[in-house]
C-alpha cells in the first residue's frame, strides 16, 4: 500500500541489544509514523515525523528513538531492547497533498520478539 | 488507545448485519476513522465520516455519528466471511501531522 516497505519483517533479538526497524516509502508522501500493536491496545503512536529531520514524540516513545534523513526512509531505533518492547511495528505514511482528510497508508508490519 | 474504546470481539452469522461500536473521548476530533486488518497485514482505511456529519453511507457500510455521546458505529450489511477481521476505529488529533489515535480493535468472526 502507497509503495510502503518495512523490513525485516520478522526478528528476534536479545534483550539489551540495539535494533533498528527500517520503513521506505515511494509515494514521496511527507508525514511518516510509526505505531506499535499490542493486543487489547490497538495501535499506540511511537513517533512521527513531518518532514525530513523534523520528528516529534507519540503517546508511547519511551526507549526508542526515531531518525529522518530522506524523504522516504524513516527508521526506528530500540536502543536497549527490553521484553516489553516484543510487538508488531507499524510503519504509516500520509500525504500532505490529498487534503485535511489524507488518509494512513499502513506497512504490513515488522514483528520483533525480545528474548 | 485510553481514549477510543471498542468491545474486543463480535460474531455474527453470514448473511446477517454486523454492528461494531465505538466510543471516544476527544470532542474536538474533527474526522473519525474506521480501519480494516486482516491477518498478517497492515491496516486499511474503510470509511471516515466528519464530525458535523450523523450518517454516511457506502454501499454495505453505515457509519453513524452521535456527536453528543461521542459514540460511533460501523455497520456491514449482509456480511460475509470475508469480513472477517480487526475493526479499528480512530479519531483524529489536532496538530500538525495529524496523527491518530486508535481503538483496541473489534475482532469480527464470520460464521457460516
Known amino acids: 500500500d502507497a509503495g510502503i516497505t518495512q523490513s525485516p519483517r520478522h526478528k528476534v533479538t536479545e534483550t539489551g541489544t540495539p535494533v533498528t526497524l527500517r520503513c521506505h516509502q515511494t509515494e514521496n508522501h511527507r508525514y511518516m509514523y510509526w505505531y506499535r500493536q499490542d493486543p487489547g491496545h490497538g495501535l499506540r503512536l511511537i513517533h512521527y515525523?513531518?518532514?525530513?529531520?523534523?520528528?516529534d514524540k507519540g503517546e508511547v516513545s519511551d526507549g526508542y528513538s526515531v531518525s529522518r534523513s530522506k524523504t522516504e526512509d524513516f527508521l526506528l531505533t530500540l536502543e536497549s531492547a527490553t521484553s516489553s518492547q516484543t510487538s508488531v511495528y507499524f510503519c504509516?505514511?500520509?500525504?500532505?497533498?490529498?487534503?485535511?482528510?489524507?488518509?494512513?497508508?499502513f506497512g504490513n508490519g515488522t514483528r520483533l520478539t525480545v528474548t | 488507545g485510553e481514549d477510543v474504546e471498542q468491545s474486543l470481539f463480535l460474531s455474527v452469522r453470514e448473511g446477517d448485519s454486523s454492528v461494531i461500536n465505538c466510543t471516544y473521548t476527544?470532542?474536538?476530533?474533527?474526522?473519525l476513522y474506521w480501519y480494516k486488518q486482516e491477518p498478517g497485514a497492515g491496516l486499511q482505511l474503510l470509511t471516515y465520516?466528519?464530525?458535523?456529519?450523523d450518517m454516511k453511507q457506502d454501499q454495505r457500510l453505515t457509519v453513524l455519528l452521535n456527536k453528543k455521546d461521542k459514540h460511533l458505529s460501523l455497520r456491514i450489511a449482509d456480511t460475509q466471511t470475508g469480513d472477517s477481521a480487526i475493526y479499528f476505529c480512530?479519531?483524529?488529533?489536532?496538530?500538525?501531522?495529524?496523527?491518530?489515535?486508535f481503538g483496541s480493535g473489534t475482532q469480527l468472526t464470520v460464521l457460516p
Open positions: 504509516a505514511t500520509r500525504s500532505s497533498h490529498e487534503g485535511e482528510n489524507s488518509p494512513l497508508h
Open positions: 515525523s513531518y518532514g525530513v529531520k523534523d520528528t
Open positions: 480512530a479519531e483524529s488529533k489536532e496538530g500538525s501531522a495529524r496523527q491518530l489515535t
Open positions: 476527544d470532542s474536538s476530533s474533527t474526522y
Open positions: 465520516i466528519f464530525s458535523n456529519m
